[in-house]
C-alpha cells in the first residue's frame, strides 16, 4: 500500500466498523484514530475540564431541525465556544495527522475533512438489521435494533449537519461493504486487496 494512503471509516452502529478497523490497522501496521481526535480537538480549543463522556456529547449535539449550534457553555464551561469550533479543530487535527503518514480514521467525519486531500480512501460500513440486532445483544449490552437506529440517526445528522452530504449514501464513499455476508477478518483482507489494487 501506498505509504501516504489514509483509510477513513463510517459505519453503522452494530455493524462492527470499530473491530473491521482495528483489524485492518493491525493487519497494516499503521494507527487507528477515533475519540483521541476528540482529545486533541478539545486541547487546541484549551477545554481540559470536561469528561470524555461531556466532549462526546458536546460534539454530538446537533438537534433534529436546528437552524443554529448548541452552545458549548450548555455543557458546563463558560469559554463561549461552540460544537462548530470542536467540528474544526477536530477537522484540523485530522488533515495534519493525515500527513504525518498512512493510518486509519473512524468516524468523525473524517471523509469530508480530507475532501481535498490526496491519497485516501474512504469506507461505508453496514449489515443486514439481523446481523445488527444480533450484535447488539450480544456486543452492544444489549441494545436493541431501536436502539441502534437512534444512534444512527444522530451520526446522520451530525453528518449532514457539517457536510452538507448524506450520512451513508454510497456515492460519497470509494467503497461500500456489508460486514453480514463474511467475517471480519476475511472482509478486511478483501477491502486491503481492493484498496492495493484500485490505488495501485
Not at 446481523?131 to 446522520?156: C, Q
Amino acid at each position: 500500500m501506498d505509504k501516504n494512503m489514509v483509510i477513513t471509516i463510517s459505519r453503522q452502529y452494530g455493524a462492527g466498523g470499530r473491530e473491521l478497523a482495528g483489524i485492518m490497522a493491525e493487519k497494516l501496521g499503521v494507527k487507528l484514530y477515533d475519540r483521541q481526535i476528540v482529545h486533541i480537538a478539545a486541547a487546541k480549543l484549551g477545554i481540559n475540564d470536561l469528561s470524555e463522556k461531556e466532549l462526546l456529547e458536546m460534539e454530538n449535539s446537533v438537534k433534529p431541525l436546528s437552524m443554529g449550534f448548541i452552545p458549548f457553555h450548555s455543557f458546563g464551561t463558560h469559554m463561549g465556544s461552540s460544537s462548530q469550533e470542536m467540528f474544526m479543530s477536530e477537522s484540523a487535527a485530522i488533515r495534519k495527522i493525515a500527513k504525518d503518514g498512512s493510518c486509519i480514521f473512524l468516524g468523525r467525519c473524517a471523509d469530508y475533512a480530507l475532501r481535498n486531500t490526496e491519497n485516501h480512501f474512504d469506507i461505508f460500513v453496514c449489515a443486514d438489521d439481523n446481523y445488527r440486532e444480533v450484535r447488539g445483544k450480544d456486543v452492544y449490552d444489549g441494545k436493541s435494533l431501536k436502539e441502534l437506529n437512534k444512534e444512527d440517526a444522530k451520526r446522520a445528522r451530525y453528518y449532514n449537519y457539517y457536510t452538507g452530504q448524506e450520512w451513508g449514501n454510497g456515492a460519497n464513499y470509494d467503497l461500500v461493504v456489508n460486514t453480514s455476508k463474511a467475517p471480519l477478518t476475511h472482509i478486511a483482507d478483501a477491502i486491503i486487496k481492493y484498496i492495493e489494487t484500485v490505488k495501485g
